[in-house]
Every structure is written in structure tokens, then in C-alpha cells.
């Protein structure tokens, strides 16, 4: 299972690259499976970017059971800017990058 981070962070990555392409997000590339995870944390990864203002256009459509659980289409789904924003602050290759610019700040140059 993936942290909540690591899967919040793949999908405002779609988003956002959705939004910069100016492309459609499509349910084929964002599901559980291609996220390789489970469906329970695939909803609740969506509820929690939906209830923090990260996505906009998102509908929860609850069953009898959460087992039954459902979204909409992600066509219809959007990044706003703050979760551009986290997306940006949290993306790992961001973390990445400033722990190195970190490194080659402490090392003396010769």
C-alpha cells in the first residue's frame, strides 16, 4: 500500500499535466489499478483531495455499502490552484531537487 502522499501526489500530477496540456482527464489513465492500488484508499485518497479544495469537479456516489462506492468520470474533474500549489511544494522531485541544492551547498568548493 502507498502513502497518502505518494498517491495524492500522482494524481494532481495527472491533473496538473491535464491541465497544462489542456487535455481531458481520462479514467483509463486514473484509476486504482493504473495507481496500483486499492479501490477503498483509491476513493478515500479522492475524498481527502476533494474535502482539502485540491481537486474541483469531483461527485461521490455512495451505496449500500462503501464496497459500492463510486466517483465520476474524471473528465469532468480539475486541479485547482491549490492543489497545483501542494502538488508543486510536495511533488518528490521537488524534494529532490532542493535536498541536492542543499548537498552542493554544504560542500567546499576546490
Keep these: 500500500m502507498s502513502s497518502y502522499e505518494v498517491v495524492a501526489t500522482k494524481i494532481l500530477k495527472y491533473l496538473n499535466d491535464c491541465y497544462e496540456t489542456g487535455q481531458v482527464p481520462r479514467v483509463k ?7 496500483r492500488i486499492t479501490g477503498k484508499q483509491y476513493d478515500d485518497t479522492l475524498k481527502m483531495l476533494s474535502e482539502d479544495s485540491f481537486i474541483a469537479g469531483i461527485e ?34 521537488t524534494k529532490t531537487y532542493k535536498q541536492l541544492k542543499e548537498i552542493k551547498d554544504w560542500l567546499p568548493l576546490t
Design 60 to 93: 461521490f456516489f455512495d451505496g449500500v455499502s462503501p464496497k459500492y462506492s463510486s466517483v465520476n468520470d474524471p473528465s469532468n474533474w480539475q486541479i485547482t490552484r491549490l492543489g497545483i500549489e501542494y502538488f508543486k511544494e510536495n511533488s518528490l522531485i
Design 29 to 35: 489513465s486514473l484509476n486504482a489499478k493504473s495507481l
